[in-house]
């Protein structure tokens, strides 16, 4: 195998480019391509040797080749992660779609992978490693000129966020009897406590001091000649990278800085230095530990003479901490002399004398997505570690790391600079580091998302039965460990009902089940079905940030467990409602929107009755979606817990003919709520209409599932595919009939869809399982034209081949004709599932109600319409949508409708 996408070949063709740029003189130019060409070669041997065998047999190549362990292992996750061994089940673990669409073109993934998942940890070390120069950082955050970028892949190469080897995570000190290891800390020689016997460093210094100490041992002893640190900025609190070459100026570099600061971008200004400190958070450590052997197996920055990392539980970004200081403590960064973490709380310590703290759960939201990833509390690649977690007011905790890190932190103890105690691993101070540790370990590297059991293709055709089978316990565990527990949970945000996703997850981890069920029904009264039909990929799992990596935790599976766990336990877990108010409510249709508005308003207290059209509650739930997407009996299951909230159903109850909203008014109801839906069906403006075996996909999907033709004759509802269905549609509707027909016994079902597969509006997991079970989609096709025999009986459809033009309103590329492209399908059945339009039989009886020119119903951001006290929302106000959008309107509305009930009648009672 080939390495066509080397490293080597792009920076000699960039030759002039790099040296122009001025990071390479010519013979570190000519240094750099001598290494990197040794490395090509050595994983040239790797996968040569791969491929002779057949297989990745580590033992064997390490014999052949005559090299360590670590170099093996982590040349082949080098490899693995640019899709080099793909053949033989290795794929990248991360980021896998990008890398394979780069490979087409021959070219390296560059770090915008990182910062467009929101993954940056502020490092900066790609922009030290960039040889043309194309990498800026300010801000919080790093930019890439595309132009000027050679797709080298060295910044991708060595970023700690695109991947990170095991085997770096070892300590260098493999044979050291001294070493201790734990799953928190990683190894360490020794954790104590320590402070400075220097009292200036102590009036400026955080704590102990033991950084400034250490630092200045270092100079007063030769054992460097310079330290890249930080100090503060021209804002406070807004800290720059600084590199001291004299120890006088220790003291600007005192004290915490809890801003992100992306002190590596300046490494590369120092490598003529002989040996210099490095001081950093983890994740500047991670990042250093990574130059230390990629891309050339040998450190990139070979002058660093003693790295020591600062214990970190969040980082923030400039413009964060200005609102984590004016939202928590009315205060300005201008007002604060220093900033500190401890014992679960927040510090902050004001020039004026006074100290402030708050818990750290409080600051959270506020703290870099990219942090959210790191799983290092204390700094683990280092050779010495510092923080003021676990230690008393005064002092510093220390991780001696490495045999270097000993004999560094000996001298400053044998000059008397610093006084220690040992922190024992039964003391109190161990116990909350741990804990602490403990809590900040992630899984998600190591764990890949559950996937759902379900039938077998070529079973579940023959039935009717549900496809997914949901999770076990053992694969809730699983998926649980891998949620990042997010300060700024964008999943909350990213659903339509704003369920408390983190909080739900973590009772699950916990196995507290019966709070989960609470938490996720005080804000979501129909798990089950949410949990099923809910887009849950465009919605909270799109904005996971967990999605960046190409595995969202999956919420809706989730989801579906807990409400399944209730219902085979044979639970009716509700929440608390309010007093009774003794007001009457309306809520007309008994589909989503409905059934949210109508469970909002039960828990606040108020006397719900729904009023539905049909003879069983659901709406779209149970006459449009088949059983085996959405069995019947879990809706029947959801409608009983709103009837345990007394919420009344009227059933066989047309708003519009049997009732209007004037009856209403008479038998009491104060308020209404209409979420009718958009069941009309819409039709082609083609000929053939009115042929026998043309028929809508509402129809069709009406007789199947609300009036159960799919257990005919046991239920008396006939219904009658042909051999060969077309469906035409890209939606959930078109796929739900296609998939309904071939297990009513059609031999033959195609989808014809005017646009690509690309723009398809229906569910990936749909349109993925309709693959599976034969059925055909012919993409860029549109009917012209239904063709009948003499019995008017359908039996062919004309269609004609399109291409896709500029984007229309919705956002999708227009699709546009292509002339004297037209042929013939063979067909005798059609179910056309191109959409629904707003059905008027209610909306023609109130005639003073403003619809707008499709029909359908217009109200204000909170859900009111122009007449008062009438509410709308879902699918009758925003045409056909997705279940989880038509719930989240019914519960905004059921808010304005409680807000409105308050002031025009409870006030006044």
């Known amino acids: 195998m080939e390495i066509k996408r080397s490293t080597v070949r792009i920076l000699i063709e960039n030759k002039d480019k790099i040296l122009k740029a001025g990071k390479f003189k010519e013979a570190e130019f000519k240094k750099l391509i001598d290494d990197l060409t040794i490395a090509e070669l050595y994983q040239k041997k790797i996968i040569e040797g791969i491929e002779e065998y057949g297989t990745i047999d580590n033992p064997r190549l390490l014999s052949e080749l005559g090299t360590s ?116 800390f990683n190894y360490y020689h020794e954790i104590i406590t320590a402070q400075t016997t220097n009292t200036d460093i102590t009036q400026v210094a955080q704590d102990g001091g033991i950084v400034t100490t250490l630092l200045k041992m270092a100079f007063d002893q030769n054992l460097i000649d310079g330290a890249l640190v930080v100090t503060e900025g021209l804002e406070p609190l807004n800290p720059l990278p600084i590199f001291i070459e004299r120890e006088e100026d220790l003291l600007k570099t005192a004290g915490t800085k809890y801003t992100n600061s992306p002190i590596l971008k300046e490494l590369y200004k120092y490598r003529d230095s002989k040996k210099i400190a490095v001081v950093g958070t983890p994740c500047i450590m991670k990042a250093l530990k990574k130059l230390s052997f990629y891309p050339l197996h040998n450190p990139f920055y070979e002058n660093i003479a003693i790295k020591i990392g600062l214990l970190c539980s969040e980082s923030f970004d400039y413009s964060e901490i200005t609102k984590l200081l004016k939202n928590e403590f009315q205060s300005t960064p201008a007002d604060v002399k220093k900033m500190d973490i401890n014992k679960g709380r927040f510090f902050i310590y004001n020039h004026d004398g006074t100290v402030l703290d708050i818990p750290i759960k409080k600051i959270k939201k506020y703290g870099r997505l990219g942090c959210f990833f790191c799983e290092d509390l204390t700094a683990i690649h280092t050779d010495i570690s510092v923080g003021s977690i676990g230690s008393d007011v005064g002092w510093s905790t220390v991780f001696i790391r490495t045999e270097k890190g000993a004999e560094f932190f000996q001298k400053a103890l044998d000059l008397n600079m610093i006084v220690k105690k040992e922190i024992e691993e039964d003391s109190k101070s161990f116990n909350s580091l741990s804990r602490i540790a403990k809590f900040k370990l992630k899984s998600y590297e190591e764990l890949h998302r559950v996937e759902m059991k379900q039938q077998e293709p070529n079973v579940r055709i023959t039935n009717f039965e549900e496809v997914p089978l949901g999770l076990t316990e053992e694969m809730v565990e699983i998926e649980t460990q891998r949620c990042l527990q997010c300060g700024n949970p964008l999943c909350i945000s990213g659903c339509p009902v704003n369920i408390k996703i983190p909080q739900f997850i973590k009772l699950l981890k916990q196995k507290k089940y019966i709070e989960a069920l609470y938490k996720i029904k005080g804000d979501n009264l129909l798990p089950a079905i949410c949990g099923r039909v809910c887009p849950q990929e465009t919605q909270c799992e799109l904005v996971c940030i967990m999605n960046g990596l190409g595995e969202p935790i999956a919420i809706g599976h989730l989801e579906r467990f807990i409400a399944d766990w209730e219902r085979k336990n044979k639970l009716k877990e509700c929440p608390e409602c309010a007093a009774p108010k003794g007001i009457k409510v309306a809520v007309i249709g008994a589909g989503p929107a409905g059934l949210a508005c109508a469970g909002e308003l039960a828990m606040n207290g108020y006397e719900v009755t729904i009023f539905e059209a049909f003879h069983a509650g659901g709406g779209v739930l149970i006459y449009g979606i088949p059983e085996f997407r959405l069995p019947k009996e879990i809706i029947k299951s959801e409608i009983e817990t709103l009837e345990m909230l007394n919420v009344k159903m009227e059933y066989n109850s047309i708003i519009g003919k049997t009732l209007t909203i004037e009856d209403l008014r008479d038998m009491g109801f104060k308020a209404f709520f209409i979420g009718v839906g958009a069941g009309l069906p819409i039709f082609l403006k083609v000929s053939g209409l009115s042929l026998t075996g043309v028929l809508s996909a509402n129809e069709f999907l009406t007789r199947s599932n609300l009036m159960k033709a799919f257990r005919f004759p046991d239920y008396d509802t006939p219904v009658k595919v042909g051999k060969i269905v077309t469906v035409i549609g890209g939606g959930n509707t078109a796929l739900d009939s296609a998939r309904t027909a071939l297990r009513l016994g059609a031999e033959k079902v195609i989808i014809v869809y005017r646009r690509s597969e690309a723009e398809m509006p229906a569910r990936k997991e749909e349109y993925h399982h309709a693959l599976e079970e034969g059925i055909k989609f012919q993409f860029l096709t549109n009917p012209v034209q239904f063709i009948g025999d003499d019995n008017e009986n359908v039996t062919q459809m004309k269609v004609i081949k399109m291409k896709l033009g500029e984007p229309d309103e919705s956002g999708r590329r227009r699709p546009v004709r292509i002339e004297g492209s037209e042929y013939v399908i063979d067909t005798d059945t059609i179910i056309i599932g191109i959409g629904t339009g707003a059905n008027p039989i209610l909306t023609k009886s109130i005639p003073d109600l403003k619809l707008n020119k499709w029909g359908y119903i217009e109200i204000d951001e909170n859900g009111q319409t122009n007449i008062k006290g009438v509410f709308a929302g879902g699918d009758i106000v925003t045409g056909a949508a997705t279940v989880i959008t038509a719930m989240g309107a019914g519960k905004m509305a059921a808010h304005a409708i409680d807000k409105y009930l308050q002031e025009n009648y409870l006030d006044k009672n």
């Open 69 to 184: 362990e670590k170099k093996i292992a982590s040349t082949i996750e080098y490899l693995k992660e640019f899709g080099y061994l793909e053949a033989y089940g290795e794929i990248p673990r991360f980021f896998n779609a990008e890398i394979q669409n780069l490979k087409q073109y021959g070219i390296l993934p560059n770090v915008k992978i990182i910062r467009d998942s929101n993954l940056c940890c502020g490092c900066g070390s790609c922009v030290s490693l960039c040889p043309v120069s194309a990498i800026t950082y300010s801000k919080g955050t790093f930019e890439i000129d595309e132009e000027v970028c050679i797709r080298c892949g060295l910044c991708y190469t060595c970023c700690p966020r695109s991947f990170f080897p095991k085997t770096l995570d070892a300590s260098e000190d493999n044979d050291n009897e001294n070493i201790n290891y734990s799953s928190q």
